[in-house]
């Protein structure tokens, strides 16, 4: 979670003999969260990219297959929930940084 790279990127910065060190070693951690983050966004999940062209490739196949068109409705309502969980799980992970991190 958000908290928890915070608290990992403090933790590398004083670890680090130098500034420069420190600075490198956060720049580094930020580029592979950055790679992280785009490799997670392109999963098949609704509410990313990944479920949007999965939702395409289903949507041509249907197309294809009963010529008719998928109703946009319920991609929607499967986005929807899909953020809906998403936004759950965040809230789940955020709250078991700050608890570590005020235990432990």
């Known amino acids: 979670g958000v908290v928890g790279i915070v608290d990992l990127m403090a933790d590398v910065g004083t670890q680090s003999p130098t500034v420069y060190d420190a600075l490198m070693n956060i720049g580094y951690l930020a580029a592979f969260i950055a790679v992280n983050l785009a490799v997670m966004n392109l999963l098949p999940l609704p509410a990313l990219d990944g479920g949007r062209i999965f939702f395409l490739c289903v949507t041509w196949v249907v197309e294809r297959?009963?010529?008719?068109?998928?109703?946009?409705?319920?991609?929607?309502?499967?986005?929807?929930?899909?953020?809906?969980?998403l936004m759950a799980l965040m809230v789940y992970v955020m709250f078991n940084d700050i608890v570590r991190i005020v235990v432990g």
């Open 65 to 85: 297959m009963f010529r008719r068109r998928v109703n946009p409705k319920y991609e929607n309502f499967i986005n929807a929930a899909g953020l809906a969980l």
